[in-house]
């Protein structure tokens, strides 16, 4: 482990940290709408920056790396088909979320059907983000790090356990400071900061594990070695046996982006804060843009460690690990780690920020203190963070020996996607399926998936048909069931949406081009690599 790799850890680590202090600390706090929507005043570049940032952790990192060392090419779909849920999100859900105002999702949900729905969102969230997400988030992290600076060697602690231990605790007690004591603006400029870091060192890892295929002579024939030597690597089809089936492609993979991207809280909070309609729309089609370079950083890197350490017994998780500790220089490995960090926080402290949004406005002041002053609805997400970040740090260290670990977040993540993507689409779409309908279909939905993972004999079904398929059956049922409903059982009045007036809608005159050719860029992509 060279000193310099930690000097050029803790360098840019501290500087990330300085410059969002500086840029942030005269920012209002202590209001709900300057602590949980940074006064909705992000212009497109922080919207961008911070959507691309939040998503782009090392789960992703990590993850989706190692799940291209096992299955190549094919699972870039999760980045590719992410394109088009922005493209979605832009045209068609953020108008509607911006005309009401919004700061969380279940509140939309409360003024389309009624204030029980909204807590049983509320609650499906909270419980979602403190079991699947954030524990994932802090996982993968420690491992990440654990292989790109030597900690065993740096720390002298050779029991992986206890280092996994120690490395979740301290990410997730720096990430939880973060948050909870910055608010959405200063997690926007951190994400930012780390984001441009975080692309540029995805883009020199590639450069440098190319130059290691090649063994020094250029990116372009350590290419051509990679096309030779594993052709069946650099398929975006996905075959049957694979994590990602092509088909599955326009079902549940299609359903899973499409809720992350437009109905997921811990991503559309930074679009909630938008100065206006189309600084939004120009913010979340960059992110589409951006998304269409992600197999370059986010895939290629695993399908480079396949070429180089397959040989070696490395496992799919600590592919990218190794690759990064291995090819980098130690001055870059240890300003990579910094970024990775940053990466870690940021995709933590966001999920905290939208865990402590939902908790104080949807519950805190929603149902235990309808009266609660604004310094109190603040005070009590400052101390709901702290409580889940515990739950976390303790949950995170138990996931270790899951097989894919983006696979396994996936699939877990699908319990709760798939029912609430139904009732805010089936919300905006009709006007007169009533609450009851909603309910049902959240509650019925999540133990729906929930049994089809876990309960035999449920559990056949997702075998036989692919689970993505499976939560995509859901999701039809789901969206019939909720229409029977409000065929037989209709609200009585139809339901309006109203213009709050907090936002100006006017859209972005470049926003159905712009959507247009994201979408046909993505074909052209799958057209290219088709094997």
């Not at 832009?90 to 509140?107: D, E, H, M, N």
């Amino acid at each position: 482990m060279h000193m310099l790799t930690l000097a050029s850890f803790l360098f840019f680590t501290g500087l990330v940290a300085f410059v969002t202090w500086r840029i942030t600390h005269r920012d209002d706090h202590s209001s709900t709408s300057g602590y949980f929507l940074a006064g909705r005043s992000l212009t497109f570049p922080l919207i961008a920056g911070s959507l691309l940032m939040t998503n782009l952790s090392t789960e992703q990192m990590v993850g989706l790396n190692g799940a291209a060392f096992a299955d190549g090419l094919s699972v870039m779909a999760w980045e590719v088909v992410a394109v088009i849920a922005l493209v979605a999100l832009a045209l068609f859900f953020l108008p509607r979320f911006l005309k009401s105002g919004i700061a969380t999702l279940p509140q939309l949900l409360e003024i389309r059907f009624d204030k029980d729905t909204q807590l049983i969102t509320n609650i499906i969230f909270l419980i979602a983000y403190a079991v699947i997400l954030l524990p994932i988030i802090l996982y993968s992290g420690a491992i990440g790090l654990q292989g790109m600076l030597d900690l065993p060697g740096l720390t002298g602690i050779q029991s992986s356990t206890a280092l996994l231990w120690l490395t979740v605790w301290i990410v997730g007690i720096i990430g939880a400071i973060y948050a909870l004591f910055g608010g959405l603006r200063t997690v926007a400029v951190s994400d930012t900061l780390n984001g441009v870091g975080l692309l540029v060192g995805g883009f020199v890892i590639v450069y440098f594990g190319l130059q290691a295929v090649s063994d020094g002579t250029g990116i372009m024939e350590g290419w051509s070695i990679l096309k030779e030597s594993n052709p069946e690597k650099l398929n975006s089809i996905g075959s049957a046996e694979q994590q990602v089936p092509f088909f599955t492609l326009f079902t549940g993979v299609f359903l899973i982006n499409l809720f992350y991207w437009s109905t997921n809280q811990q991503i559309i909070q930074r679009t909630f804060a938008a100065k206006n309609l189309a600084e939004g729309q120009k913010g979340v089609l960059l992110t589409g843009l951006f998304k269409l370079l992600g197999p370059l950083y986010l895939v290629l890197p695993g399908i480079i460690a396949y070429h180089l350490y397959a040989e070696q017994g490395v496992r799919a998780d600590e592919a990218y690990g190794h690759l990064v500790f291995n090819v980098l220089p130690p001055y870059l490995t240890g300003f990579f780690a910094a970024v990775m960090v940053g990466a870690i926080l940021s995709s933590f402290n966001s999920a905290l920020n939208s865990t402590t949004t939902i908790f104080s406005l949807g519950i805190y002041k929603g149902v235990l203190n309808k009266d609660a002053t604004e310094e109190q609805v603040v005070k009590s997400g400052k101390v709901f963070g702290w409580i889940m970040a515990i739950i976390t740090m303790i949950i995170a260290p138990l996931l270790a020996g899951q097989d894919s670990l983006f696979g396994y977040l996936q699939k877990m993540n699908a319990i709760y996607f798939i029912p609430i993507l139904a009732v805010v689409l089936v919300g905006l779409l009709t006007k007169r399926v009533p609450p009851m309908a909603a309910k049902i279909a959240l509650v019925g939905g999540c133990l729906l998936i929930a049994a089809g993972y876990f309960v035999p004999p449920f559990t056949l079904l997702p075998q036989v048909m692919h689970e993505f398929h499976f939560v995509a059956l859901v999701f039809v049922l789901l969206v019939a069931v909720m229409l029977i409903i409000g065929k037989l059982r209709p609200r009585e009045t139809d339901w309006v949406q109203e213009h709050t007036g907090d936002v100006d809608l006017t859209p972005w005159k470049g926003a159905v081009p712009a959507g247009i050719a994201l979408v046909v860029l993505v074909i052209v992509m799958y057209i290219s690599f088709a094997g």
